[in-house]
């Protein structure tokens, strides 16, 4: 179960990813700010970070609430 969240999440993740670049682009040039050392930086704060790991954290943080309260753990 756990497996198949995380690859839905993944997936959810690279959606929301390309979304937002192509967002990022109507405002800056991000592809061109993608090719300098505090461009990669700024990407890893605002995009990578916040996407990847907030969908990480729903597919685990998600089905284990579920599972607690189905089965009645902790």
Same mark, same amino acid.
């Given at each position: 179960? *756990?497996?198949? =969240?995380? &690859?839905? !999440?993944? =997936?959810?993740?690279? !959606?929301?990813?390309?979304?937002?670049?192509?967002?990022?682009?109507?405002?800056?040039?991000? +592809?061109?700010?993608?090719?300098?050392? $505090?461009? =990669?930086?700024?990407?890893?704060?605002?995009? =990578?970070? $916040?996407?990847?790991?907030?969908?990480? *954290? &729903?597919?685990?943080?998600? $089905?284990?609430?579920?599972? +607690?309260?189905?089965?009645?753990?902790?």
């Amino acid at each position: 179960m *756990f497996f198949v =969240i995380g &690859a839905i !999440s993944g =997936i959810l993740a690279l !959606s929301l990813e390309w979304v937002f670049e192509i967002v990022a682009n109507w405002f800056v040039d991000w +592809q061109q700010m993608k090719r300098w050392l $505090p461009g =990669i930086a700024l990407r890893q704060l605002v995009e =990578i970070g $916040p996407i990847e790991e907030g969908c990480k *954290f &729903a597919a685990v943080v998600v $089905p284990t609430y579920y599972l +607690q309260r189905t089965y009645r753990l902790l």
